[in-house]
């Protein structure tokens, strides 16, 4: 069956998944400095969007050349995963590209009619290049347990069933995020998983709920990859009446605004690209990590060298020149070639999130 597209490639079912005809490896060739800058500089607003899907891939490498060849051809900006066990994908589209876009995406036949989740604040400015990486999982869990599988997960509830359920005692809801997603927003009566990594929540969420195995379980996250496979492996380990919020939280605050339904999520919620944060409520339930004062901004400190995402508010961003502490202050002052030498060797690329509990700072009036 041909795709509809400018980029034209030809795929078939076949046992097991989706085989695709051979094509070249494709690659950036443009400095990501110039492409932010012609991102700022184009004439027409993008669209902010985010999908995933658990299908298998047999040949993922030819599945990913031929993705990114069809979205550059649309001018589709973004991140997106590839991996057998399926796709996921936070883009910007240009809104005169929108219809193609979802016609291309139908097109692919475990695509088709995907559910795909507007950001709630979408300025369109979130990406300003195209990177389509290969994975092990397209969102690593840590599991390795043969047993477990995909084909046996919860329930989608959608807002008005979350709402309805939620309220009821004999549910527990569960947030499936980091803790630094948490902090700045989550669900009324929601249970924090503490934690750093997603492949560590799984084994810790079954275990804080090793009494609640009889009870409603509602699992939720920021576009619902995450919660759907904490369903399926809770599901795994021997819970009985497990749900996910169907299409996360930013579905869901979408819904709400559409249908007029009571909002049960509280503050901000957390993305990951260059806006850090979309607001669902005016309330601010976070603090900054220096001052203590509430705030709910993230941002990465300003001293390349560190680069740690922390909390910041208007007051201590301007004293502290942007950075976590008077060291990394003193670091930013210093001429840029002496900068580059403390940074040697240092990947700033897979510091940009670089966030774990350990690493936050002590406020400032804490000595």
């Given at each position: 069956?041909?795709?509809?597209?400018?980029?034209i490639?030809?795929w078939?079912s076949?046992?097991?998944?989706?085989k695709?005809?051979?094509?070249?490896?494709?690659?950036n060739?443009?400095?990501?400095?110039?492409l932010?800058?012609?991102?700022?500089q184009e004439?027409?607003?993008?669209?902010?969007?985010?999908?995933?899907?658990?299908?298998?891939?047999?040949?993922?490498?030819?599945?990913?050349?031929?993705?990114?060849?069809?979205?550059?051809?649309?001018?589709?900006?973004?991140?997106?995963?590839?991996?057998?066990?399926?796709?996921?994908?936070?883009?910007?589209v240009?809104?005169?590209?929108?219809?193609?876009?979802?016609?291309?995406?139908?097109?692919?036949?475990?695509?088709?009619?995907?559910?795909?989740?507007?950001?709630?604040d979408?300025?369109?400015?979130?990406?300003w290049?195209?990177?389509?990486?290969?994975?092990?999982?397209?969102?690593a869990?840590?599991?390795?347990?043969p047993?477990?599988?995909?084909?046996?997960?919860?329930?989608?509830?959608?807002?008005?069933?979350?709402?309805?359920?939620?309220?009821d005692?004999?549910?527990?809801v569960?947030?499936?995020?980091?803790h630094?997603?948490?902090?700045?927003?989550?669900?009324?009566?929601?249970?924090?998983i503490p934690?750093?990594?997603?492949?560590?929540?799984?084994?810790?969420?079954?275990?804080?709920?090793?009494?609640?195995?009889?009870?409603?379980?509602?699992?939720y996250?920021?576009?619902?990859?995450?919660c759907?496979?904490a369903?399926?492996?809770?599901?795994?380990?021997?819970?009985?009446?497990?749900?996910?919020?169907?299409?996360?939280?930013?579905?869901?605050?979408?819904?709400?605004?559409?249908?007029?339904?009571?909002?049960?999520?509280k503050?901000?919620?957390?993305?990951?690209?260059?806006?850090?944060?979309?607001?669902?409520?005016?309330?601010?339930?976070?603090?900054c990590?220096?001052?203590g004062?509430?705030?709910?901004t993230?941002?990465?400190c300003?001293?390349?060298?560190?680069?740690?995402?922390?909390?910041?508010?208007?007051?201590?961003?301007?004293e502290f020149?942007?950075?976590?502490?008077?060291?990394?202050?003193?670091?930013?002052?210093?001429?840029?070639e002496?900068q580059?030498k403390?940074?040697?060797?240092?990947?700033?690329?897979?510091?940009?999130f670089?966030?774990?509990?350990?690493?936050?700072?002590?406020?400032?009036?804490?000595?």
């Amino acid at each position: 069956m041909p795709c509809k597209h400018p980029i034209i490639y030809k795929w078939f079912s076949a046992p097991g998944g989706i085989k695709f005809y051979n094509m070249a490896v494709l690659h950036n060739r443009v400095n990501q400095d110039e492409l932010k800058k012609r991102l700022y500089q184009e004439p027409f607003k993008r669209v902010t969007i985010s999908f995933y899907q658990y299908f298998f891939i047999e040949d993922t490498r030819l599945f990913r050349d031929l993705m990114y060849q069809s979205l550059e051809a649309l001018q589709v900006f973004g991140r997106i995963y590839i991996a057998s066990e399926g796709i996921n994908a936070q883009i910007s589209v240009p809104e005169h590209q929108l219809e193609k876009f979802k016609q291309y995406v139908n097109s692919i036949e475990p695509l088709t009619d995907l559910r795909l989740n507007i950001a709630v604040d979408n300025d369109g400015k979130s990406f300003w290049v195209l990177k389509v990486k290969l994975r092990n999982k397209i969102v690593a869990d840590g599991i390795d347990d043969p047993g477990f599988t995909m084909r046996q997960k919860g329930k989608y509830v959608n807002a008005q069933e979350f709402n309805k359920l939620a309220a009821d005692k004999n549910t527990v809801v569960v947030d499936m995020r980091n803790h630094y997603e948490y902090e700045v927003g989550h669900f009324e009566n929601a249970i924090e998983i503490p934690s750093d990594t997603f492949r560590e929540q799984l084994p810790m969420a079954a275990e804080m709920l090793a009494d609640k195995k009889e009870n409603n379980i509602i699992m939720y996250c920021t576009g619902g990859i995450r919660c759907e496979k904490a369903s399926a492996f809770m599901l795994h380990r021997g819970f009985k009446n497990v749900y996910h919020l169907e299409g996360g939280i930013i579905h869901y605050a979408n819904t709400i605004k559409q249908a007029g339904l009571p909002n049960k999520f509280k503050g901000k919620n957390f993305v990951f690209d260059d806006r850090l944060g979309e607001r669902i409520t005016e309330e601010i339930i976070a603090k900054c990590h220096q001052c203590g004062m509430p705030a709910d901004t993230h941002t990465n400190c300003k001293n390349e060298a560190c680069h740690l995402l922390f909390i910041q508010c208007a007051a201590c961003a301007a004293e502290f020149n942007g950075c976590c502490s008077p060291e990394c202050r003193d670091v930013l002052l210093l001429p840029e070639e002496e900068q580059k030498k403390l940074r040697k060797g240092i990947d700033k690329g897979r510091m940009v999130f670089n966030k774990s509990k350990q690493r936050l700072r002590p406020r400032l009036n804490e000595g």
